[in-house]
């Protein structure tokens, strides 16, 4: 009996125990920052944090810039930009680099073909109806080298972080300067053509609309707090990549123009 008593005992202290920590022990664990950044594309933003941002994305010429490569699309603009508005350009690797997400980066849009060395087939798979990273997705303008490390950073903190708290991992809030990253790149065909920043920023997506009773909890709680501060890279914007592609077809940055080096975990400024 004396037993059976210490035994209840026991079970009882070490009950009180695991409930005086529930909270901890219970309590939803934080994900890992990868250690190096990585393109993942639009949709990993739809259906957990940004939905409404997604959602009106999806139709602004962001949204659609993959189709707009293919014969008989933006004639007008291809013309004027001195293309053939009766070619596809879907296969261009000059174009897709402003085209797609991350083209040909870690994590990044794969064109048709790419494969391993071992001939596994890695290209991008593309859904008509739910664009991701063949389209200029939300990377393109808030990542320097992708969103798979400050992503974790939003989530871990619940969207209650600073704006250093993510540029470090690379996210960019030199908008006005991001821009230029592709509208008015020098390799770009339509460089020469007029960009207006301020009327553009307005079409990027427009939002409010799709806010509903399901993701009104998705609301940005601390977008005024952190409009307050400043970001190191709206004083002293990034770099803009400078490229080209080798005869296999894989990307190559010019040395010294890449917005953030992997190597030195570390986000690359403009020269003064």
Same mark, same amino acid.
Not at 39 to 64: E, F, L, R
Not at 140 to 148: V, Y
């Given at each position: 009996?004396? #037993?059976?008593?210490?035994?209840i005992?026991?079970? =009882?202290?070490?009950?009180?125990l ?6 901890? &022990? ?14 993942v594309?639009a949709?990993k933003?739809?259906g957990?944090?940004?939905? $409404?941002y997604? @959602?009106?994305?999806?139709? *602004? $010429? ?5 189709a ?22 879907? &296969? +261009?690797?000059?174009? =897709?680099?402003?085209?797609? *997400? ?19 087939? *890695?290209?991008?798979?593309?859904? $008509?109806? %739910? ?7 939300? %990377? ?17 903190? #619940? ?6 708290d993510? %540029? ?25 053509e007029?960009? +207006? ?8 997506? +427009?939002?409010?609309?799709?806010f ?17 501060? *400043?970001?190191?890279? @709206?004083?002293?914007? =990034?770099?803009?990549? %400078? ?11 010019k ?18």
């Amino acid at each position: 009996m004396r #037993k059976l008593l210490n035994c209840i005992t026991l079970m =009882l202290v070490a009950f009180g125990l695991v409930m005086t920590g529930a909270p901890d &022990a219970f309590a939803k664990k934080k994900k890992k920052i990868p250690k190096k950044p990585s393109y993942v594309g639009a949709v990993k933003c739809n259906g957990s944090c940004h939905d $409404p941002y997604y @959602q009106a994305w999806v139709n *602004t $010429p962001h949204g659609k810039s993959f189709a707009s490569l293919k014969a008989g699309e933006k004639g007008d603009a291809k013309k004027a930009a001195g293309l053939d508005p009766e070619k596809d350009y879907s &296969a +261009d690797p000059t174009c =897709l680099r402003c085209h797609t *997400t991350g083209y040909r980066q870690k994590g990044g849009f794969k064109p048709a073909g790419s494969k391993t060395k071992k001939g596994k087939d *890695t290209s991008t798979a593309i859904d $008509p109806e %739910e664009p991701n990273k063949e389209q200029v997705g939300c %990377e393109m303008c808030h990542a320097a080298a992708g969103g798979s490390q400050f992503r974790v950073v939003m989530k871990n903190t #619940k969207g209650d972080f600073k704006k250093s708290d993510t %540029e470090k991992y690379g996210m960019r809030w030199d908008y006005a300067n991001v821009c230029s990253r592709c509208h008015m790149h020098p390799q770009s065909p339509h460089k020469d053509e007029k960009f +207006d920043y301020e009327a553009s920023k307005s079409m990027v997506h +427009d939002k409010e609309k799709y806010f509903s009773e399901d993701n009104m909890d998705q609301k940005l709680e601390k977008v005024e707090d952190r409009a307050a501060e *400043t970001a190191v890279s @709206q004083e002293k914007p =990034l770099r803009i990549e %400078e490229w080209k592609f080798k005869k296999s077809g894989k990307l190559k940055f010019k040395k010294g123009t890449r917005p953030y080096s992997t190597k030195k975990k570390k986000v690359l400024y403009k020269k003064e």
